[in-house]
């Protein structure tokens, strides 16, 4: 029951414990149950939504900064981490195989604002070797949903057998 | 001059979805539970290599079979979804989707006068198939009583001495309805004892909601009389690339080989190219969809439930077949007042056979959200009847 919950609120976070009863085939009460269990467990983080903040007036720039950090012995790379990720600034830090080792998505209102917390912040960390900041230009898909298309119409025929 | 017309042709019916396509495609405005295909695009994984193939300028003809990587794509997903053995040299051949194959068994089997055992309410091709390949159709009617399934005193009560054919539409368009394993048993029995020949259209195979669908053909001794119809439109949603494939013993696959060769050519080859890949690597694409109509169904049979319809739960295809004899109108009535009043189109059961009087065909082939604007018209039509 737990993966098919989550499976369909994945792309649908708004969809309500009784729709889902409903489409799944399940008691309301034992999927709130389930819903409730799984974010104490942590297992469901948060609903958050997904904006298009360019069709907004909002000012928003994204950048994708590529860390080098000395893991620290004992701890591993999740201190550091965990000293990066504490930072509002911070939109997202993952552990990375490969050429850098933590990707870390920063958002500011501008991109002096983002270059100020690399220099300021980021940077000066003891544990951080080197940075390589890109800033994002265009979101074309997140979370599985694209961003840049409208909503296409349903071209296929109105009845067909 | 001379009348220019067969009238084997003319007097063929026309189908009665396509009077209801005509009243309802000048509707700009109305919103539609009318469609027998996917919502889904053809996952873009399968239209890339559609388009690769393009790029590559593999716009040759194929054999007349198909492609051999894709007969042998067949035979492979055959045995992994139905476990149903056919050899991909002389046992499958590729069509221009289910519909050709349908046309070419009839046309492949009967001689004038053979009789064949068609259950309705069922897809609106069979019946003018069998007539234009000069057999003679008998209905057999599917009961709500029976959940629609098709049972053994049905057919003994329609087997003559001419009867050589059975068509099995399961799961059904447009009743939802499926044949379990314990369902299909007895139906073989009379089968192998009346010497009957089979058409197996599995075209939703895939689309089952209450345990894997189960082919006839995997019954013993039913593999050598049976024609298997399958395709890539509804498991795959490429209704559009017009292809799908028949699985039948080398007799009578060679026959509907000598039809198609003549008519048709080939399938087509980009279409087929795709279809490779989709049977390679699309299992999980099938799954997920599968997986959303799956709650659709259920979303749309509590809702109609609670509108106040009586409902058989389907098990398969994406379509729901409510009831609407509470409402004291006919099928044709109740979808042109709820297209008047409402604006939803919804499908006349009687468009696949005059016993599917007092039912509709609503299809849930619509993400969540359109149902949900659709049933609330549709509530607000119920509410209205009911207050007069």
Not at chain 2, 72 to 82: T, V
Not at chain 2, 233 to 238: F, I, Q
Not at chain 2, 260 to 282: D, K, W
Request: charge should be negative.
């Amino acid at each position: 029951m737990r993966n098919e919950i989550l499976r369909a609120i994945d792309k649908n976070g708004r969809i309500t414990p009784d729709e889902l009863a409903i489409m799944l085939g399940y008691d309301v009460d034992a999927v709130k149950k389930e819903i409730q269990e799984m974010e104490e467990e942590h297992i469901i983080c948060g609903y958050p939504t997904l904006i298009n903040w360019d069709k907004t007036d909002c000012e928003r720039v994204t950048a994708w900064i590529e860390v080098k950090v000395a893991p620290q012995r004992g701890l591993g790379f999740d201190k550091i981490a965990e000293r990066i990720y504490k930072f509002e600034e911070v939109e997202s830090v993952y552990l990375i195989s490969g050429e850098f080792d933590l990707a870390v998505m920063i958002e500011g209102k501008s991109m002096r604002e983002v270059a100020n917390f690399v220099s300021s912040k980021l940077s000066p960390l003891e544990s951080v070797l080197s940075t390589s900041t890109n800033f994002i230009l265009k979101k074309y898909k997140e979370h599985g949903l694209t961003l840049t298309d409208e909503s296409p119409e349903d071209e296929r025929m109105l009845i067909t057998p | 001059m001379r009348d220019p017309l067969a009238k084997k042709v003319v007097t063929i019916e026309p189908s009665g979805i396509r009077k209801f396509f005509d009243l309802v495609s000048d509707r700009k405005d109305a919103i539609s539970l009318g469609v027998g295909e996917p919502d889904f695009d053809t996952p873009w994984h399968i239209r890339e290599e559609g388009i690769y193939s393009l790029e590559k300028g593999r716009t040759f003809y194929t054999s007349n079979a198909g492609l051999k990587e894709l007969k042998s794509e067949i035979a492979k997903y055959m045995e992994r979804r139905f476990s149903l053995q056919y050899d991909d040299k002389e046992e499958i051949m590729v069509t221009v989707g289910g519909s050709e194959a349908i046309d070419l068994a009839f046309r492949a089997m009967l001689d004038p006068g053979d009789e064949v055992l068609l259950p309705m309410p069922s897809y609106v091709s069979y019946l003018p198939c069998i007539t234009l390949a000069d057999g003679v159709p008998v209905v057999v009617e599917l009961k709500e009583k029976n959940a629609f399934k098709l049972t053994k005193e049905d057919i003994l009560e329609k087997i003559t001495d001419r009867t050589k054919i059975l068509v099995l539409p399961f799961p059904n368009n447009p009743t939802g309805s499926i044949m379990t394993k314990e369902d299909l048993k007895e139906i073989v029995d009379v089968v192998l004892e009346k010497d009957l020949f089979v058409i197996s259209d599995e075209i939703y195979a895939e689309l089952t909601y209450q345990g894997q669908h189960v082919s006839i053909a995997s019954f013993p001794e039913m593999k050598e009389r049976t024609v298997v119809i399958n395709g890539f439109s509804k498991s795959y949603a490429m209704t559009g690339w017009r292809l799908g494939f028949a699985c039948a013993p080398s007799n009578i696959l060679k026959q509907m080989l000598k039809i198609h060769q003549f008519a048709i050519m080939c399938a087509p080859t980009t279409s087929q190219y795709a279809a490779v890949e989709a049977l390679r690597n699309g299992d999980d694409d099938v799954n997920h969809m599968q997986e959303a109509y799956d709650h659709r169904r259920k979303f749309l049979v509590h809702e109609l439930r609670r509108i106040g319809f009586e409902v058989f739960e389907p098990f398969g295809a994406f379509y729901v077949f409510p009831s609407i004899k509470a409402f004291g109108m006919t099928s044709d009535e109740f979808a042109m007042k709820l297209l008047e009043q409402e604006k939803v189109a919804v499908v006349p059961g009687t468009a696949f056979g005059a016993c599917g009087e007092g039912f509709l065909r609503i299809s849930y082939a619509y993400s969540i959200d359109s149902l949900k604007i659709a049933l609330e018209r549709i509530e607000r039509f119920v509410k209205g009847i009911k207050n007069t």
